[in-house]
């Protein structure tokens, strides 16, 4: 039995989706733990591409059942919106196959206007560049114990006295301080009523789920969204999002004991990419960013914002392994580095005259450091059909070797185009 934490490693983007759908097949539970439908998780199987915002990305995969743990923030109508589609698809996406687990957060109209809201009252340098999804106010409300929880869908007073008493703060700020109109506790209860009615059946305890597939030797997977470098604690605050994203939340935003993993892969993007405000201190403004861009097709799958682009940062990287124990990487994106020209890698960064291994701690650090690169070869040949690492050219072999030994984690996975079938598992 193996149970596997599948967690970003960067910020965020990095082909979770892809590396969940690839080993969906072998296991009985994919589950979120935390995020919400900031997260847009790709999936391509057979040429058909599938974006997962809030539905695990083992969805594709019949035999897997999926779980939304309590540590995720739901929007109800992004949930059924996305199991439409998935139905009209012919994925089946009912309440046999999902549990919500009753302690998971609502999303309630109100957070998607105090986060715009929020964000718009902010002077430029200020601003996050949230994904405007309501992730943060959803999270506020949790924390400040006053949230709607899912299990609240089936108690009508309850989710109306909620409701109501959220909207005395909530108003008081659209109106006296982001000159916004009032909302109405009717109208938001009337919005809800009919998503509480549908997503009742789904509700379920999603620890007693994974109880009982452990003990039927089921394998269970866990998938992370956004990235290390975007937790709340150990990102680069304040540009983060308002989950931890790391793997220690697996057990916390799930409900299961800390020993129950097996596995810890550590998906890694083959160069650095960011979407939204903060430092990034590989970024670049040249063709080879460019050329990240454009071949990588670096645009946001949930916003379609352009992503910023830049060279692989081994601190970045160092600071992930240190934070999450990955037994092991899965490199993804190797392709879009052909014909890049040599190939930069950023393995320290100078910080007030030193030179350091690790990310500073300070806030807003990371915008003052200098990168300090090594480079190697690169290489022309097309690598999209590379199923096998002997198929791969030397340059790219090297440059996967090099990650290893910088990092001190095994690549056991590396992903050389965005189908399912495009990748080369090593033993
Ligand atoms: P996630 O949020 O970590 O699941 O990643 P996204 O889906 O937001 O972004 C990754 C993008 O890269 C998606 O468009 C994937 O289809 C694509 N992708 C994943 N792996 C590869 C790969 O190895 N090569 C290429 N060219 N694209 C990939
Ligand atoms: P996946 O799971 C990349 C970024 C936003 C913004 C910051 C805060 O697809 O890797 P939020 O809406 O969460 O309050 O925004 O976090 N962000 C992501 N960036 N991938 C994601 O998810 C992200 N989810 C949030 O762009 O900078
Ligand atoms: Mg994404």
């Not at 969906?24 to 539970?29: N, Q, T």
């Not at 999270?139 to 709607?148: F, L, N, P, Q, T």
């Not at 240190?322 to 190797?334: D, H, M, Y």
């Not at 030994?405 to 033993?427: E, F, H, M, N, Y």
Request: hydrophobic share 35%; charged share 25%.
């Amino acid at each position: 039995m193996s149970n596997i934490i599948i967690m970003g490693s960067q910020w965020g983007d990095e082909g979770k989706g892809k590396v969940v759908d690839l080993l969906g097949g072998e296991v009985g539970l994919v589950v979120r733990f935390q995020g919400g439908n900031n997260a847009g998780h790709t999936v391509v199987v057979g040429g058909e591409q599938f974006i997962l915002h809030l539905m695990p990305s083992g969805i594709l995969h019949p035999r897997a059942r999926c779980c939304i743990g309590n540590g995720v923030v739901l929007d109800p109508e992004v949930f059924c919106r996305e199991a439409d589609t998935l139905e009209a698809k012919g994925v089946a996406a009912g309440p046999g196959r999902i549990v919500i687990s009753k302690k998971t957060h609502v999303i309630m109209p109100y957070h998607k206007v105090i986060d715009a809201a929020r964000e718009e009252y902010k002077s430029k340098g200020e601003k996050i560049g949230t994904t405007g999804r309501g992730i943060g106010p959803c999270y506020e409300d949790k924390m400040a114990r006053v949230g709607i929880r899912a299990g609240d869908f089936t108690n009508p007073e309850l989710l109306k006295a909620k409701i109501e008493a959220a909207l005395v703060e909530k108003n008081a700020l659209f109106t006296g301080l982001y000159g916004r109109d009032p909302l109405s506790a009717e109208d938001v209860f009337a919005w809800i009523e009919p998503y509480a009615a549908r997503l009742a059946p789904y509700l379920g305890d999603v620890s007693s789920e994974m109880q009982r597939a452990m003990e039927n030797e089921e394998n269970i997977l866990f998938e992370g969204a956004q990235g290390t470098h975007l937790d709340i604690d150990h990102g680069t605050y304040p540009y983060v999002t308002s989950s931890n994203c790391v793997a220690g939340n697996a057990s916390a935003g799930a409900g299961i004991k800390p020993g129950a993993f097996d596995r810890i892969i550590a998906i890694v993007k083959a160069y650095t990419t960011r979407v939204g405000a903060g430092p990034f201190p590989t970024e670049l403004s040249d063709a080879a960013g460019e050329h990240l861009q454009s071949v990588g097709s670096e645009f946001g799958a949930t916003t379609g914002r352009k992503r910023r682009c830049g060279w692989l940062d081994i601190c970045v990287l160092r600071e992930s392994a240190r934070l999450n124990g990955p037994t092991e990487i899965a490199l993804t994106k190797l392709d879009v580095l052909t014909g890049v020209g040599e190939i930069k890698i950023c393995t320290a960064y100078e910080y007030n005259g030193e030179r350091i291994d690790y990310p500073p701690q300070e806030q807003n650090g990371m915008a003052y450091v200098t990168p300090v690169y090594e480079t190697m070869p690169g290489w022309t040949e097309d690598i999209t059909q590379c199923t096998s690492w002997v198929s791969l050219p030397g340059e790219a072999k090297d440059y996967v070797k090099r990650i290893e030994r910088l990092t001190g984690v095994p690549v056991s996975i590396v992903s050389v185009g965005p189908d399912r079938a495009q990748t080369l598992v090593r033993k």
